[in-house]
């Protein structure tokens, strides 16, 4: 299985929002950004605290990528429990911090290809989740995660958006797992 390793060099860059950064907190961030979200072709939350609140503000998302982390700690259990509501197939992954696995890309392309409601569930980190589904999302979708301490970040998904995350995948290093 190969997997896409982020190199040091890279991590400052992509500290840098991808998209338009929201400097506010729950449901405030996703209501200021609610006319992109109901004007979009698909709807992918990026996050356990974004999906929390894309929820609880009532949108439902296309595709919720989850790790029950923040900021590398357990979320409590009701934000977990907050993410099973409604008939999403739940799908679990691996994907170890700084890295992109097959398995994961995998299944935020399936995901995005079919048309049931999708929560991967990631065993792992999901920090670099927002640049699959960024790459895999239908042109006009929206992508939202959230910028620690700062705020949420909303891409909205273009042509050159998904040719700028295809050429940060390519400079990443990519490995053999065994």
């Given at each position: 299985?190969r997997?896409?390793?982020?190199?040091?060099?890279?991590?400052?860059?992509?500290?840098?929002?991808?998209?338009?950064?929201?400097?506010?907190?729950?449901?405030?961030c996703?209501?200021?950004?609610?006319?992109?979200?109901?004007?979009?072709?698909?709807?992918?939350?990026?996050?356990?605290?974004?999906?929390?609140?894309?929820?609880?503000?009532?949108?439902?998302?296309?595709?919720?990528?989850?790790?029950?982390?923040?900021?590398?700690?357990?979320?409590?259990?009701?934000?977990?429990?907050?993410h099973?509501?409604?008939?999403?197939?739940?799908?679990?992954?691996?994907?170890?911090?700084?890295?992109l696995?097959?398995?994961?890309?995998?299944?935020?392309?399936?995901?995005?290809?079919?048309?049931?409601?999708?929560?991967?569930?990631?065993?792992g980190?999901?920090?670099?989740?927002?640049?699959p589904?960024?790459?895999?999302?239908?042109?006009?979708?929206?992508?939202?995660?959230?910028?620690?301490?700062?705020?949420?970040?909303?891409?909205?998904?273009?042509?050159?958006?998904?040719?700028?995350?295809e050429?940060?995948?390519?400079?990443?290093?990519?490995?053999?797992?065994?």
């Amino acid at each position: 299985m190969r997997v896409l390793v982020l190199p040091e060099e890279m991590r400052d860059e992509l500290k840098e929002p991808l998209g338009i950064l929201y400097r506010c907190h729950g449901v405030e961030c996703v209501e200021r950004m609610a006319d992109h979200l109901r004007a979009a072709e698909r709807l992918i939350a990026v996050g356990d605290i974004t999906t929390f609140y894309i929820l609880k503000a009532s949108f439902i998302p296309d595709l919720m990528i989850v790790d029950h982390k923040t900021k590398r700690s357990p979320v409590e259990d009701s934000i977990k429990r907050r993410h099973l509501e409604g008939s999403y197939r739940v799908v679990t992954v691996e994907n170890p911090p700084g890295t992109l696995t097959d398995e994961l890309l995998d299944a935020v392309r399936e995901s995005l290809n079919g048309c049931t409601p999708t929560e991967i569930i990631v065993d792992g980190e999901e920090d670099l989740a927002a640049l699959p589904a960024i790459l895999y999302a239908p042109i006009g979708s929206a992508v939202v995660y959230g910028q620690p301490s700062v705020g949420s970040v909303l891409v909205m998904v273009t042509p050159e958006k998904k040719s700028e995350i295809e050429g940060i995948l390519k400079r990443m290093i990519v490995k053999e797992k065994v």
